[in-house]
C-alpha cells in the first residue's frame, strides 16, 4: 500500500490556491490545514484580516492579499 500517503484532493496536499474575486468576508480557518500551501492569492474580497492560521505554513512563499475591504482600499500583501 501507500501508507503515509495521502489521495489527491486530501486536505493539506494543495500547493496552489486561488480564490480572487469571490466576495469572501474572510478567509475559513481550514485553510491553516493545507500543510503544503505554497501560493495563496485571495485578491479582490472583501477580507478585513488576515487569519493567524496563516502563520502555521511553513511552505507559503506567496500570498497575495487585499485587506481591508473593496478593491481600491486597504493595504496590499505579497509575501514571496
Excluded: Y
Excluded at 17 to 24: E, I, R
Amino acid at each position: 500500500g501507500r501508507a503515509g500517503r495521502g489521495r489527491p484532493g486530501e486536505r493539506g496536499l494543495t500547493e496552489r490556491k486561488d480564490v480572487s474575486h469571490n466576495k469572501l468576508a474572510s478567509l475559513p480557518e481550514v485553510v491553516g490545514q493545507l500543510r503544503h500551501l505554497q501560493l495563496l492569492n485571495c485578491v479582490g474580497n472583501d477580507i478585513r484580516e488576515i487569519p493567524s492560521c496563516l502563520s502555521q505554513l511553513t511552505a507559503l512563499s506567496e500570498l497575495n492579499a487585499q485587506v481591508g475591504g473593496r478593491e481600491g482600499r486597504g493595504a496590499l500583501i505579497s509575501r514571496r
